[in-house]
């Protein structure tokens, strides 16, 4: 039977590589000369530092732009507020969303009952959802039908298999 895989999942190095990219772009630009502003990347977060709130929102928007241009979902970041660090600086972190969630898994195996053509089977297995069908042309139908839908959370197919 014809089979593929829902995944949502980061391209570590175009995350890498986006986060060098503001980083130099930071360290460059006149309007961020002596506001000491920084990115951090961990494997789950990114922290922003910078000397205002008002840089920190500017140090945010280099980023995202950077993200954007290295094909990188926003919707793997979840904004956290921003708080005060030490000296009077501020802080906020960014946490990255990758795998599906118990909840989103329960969402998009609802909406393929409900939308998704005739003879569609979905299961959650572990962070993905495994969808087969009898026949190809459904299975690209569902996909087709997933991609219109929102979701909050940058979808992938992969493994399909005849």
């Not at 005739?118 to 993905?128: A, V, Y």
């Amino acid at each position: 039977m014809p089979s593929f895989d829902v995944v949502s999942e980061i391209d570590e190095q175009e995350l890498k590589n986006a986060v060098d990219q503001a980083t130099r772009e930071v360290g460059t630009r006149f309007d961020f000369k002596g506001t000491d502003s920084s990115i951090e990347l961990t494997d789950t977060t990114i922290t922003l530092r910078s000397a205002t709130e008002d840089r920190l929102k500017a140090l945010r928007q280099v980023l995202e732009e950077r993200l954007v241009k290295r094909e990188v979902s926003l919707k793997v970041l979840d904004v956290g507020k921003v708080e005060e660090a030490t000296k009077g600086t501020a802080r906020q972190v960014i946490t990255l969303r990758a795998g599906i969630a118990a909840d989103k898994a329960r969402e998009i195996n609802r909406f393929l009952k409900e939308s998704g053509p005739k003879g569609i089977q979905s299961s959650t297995q572990g962070d993905e959802v495994r969808v087969t069908a009898k026949k190809r042309d459904d299975l690209q139908a569902a996909i087709a039908a997933l991609k219109g839908h929102e979701f909050e959370i940058p979808l992938q197919f992969k493994n399909f298999r005849d």
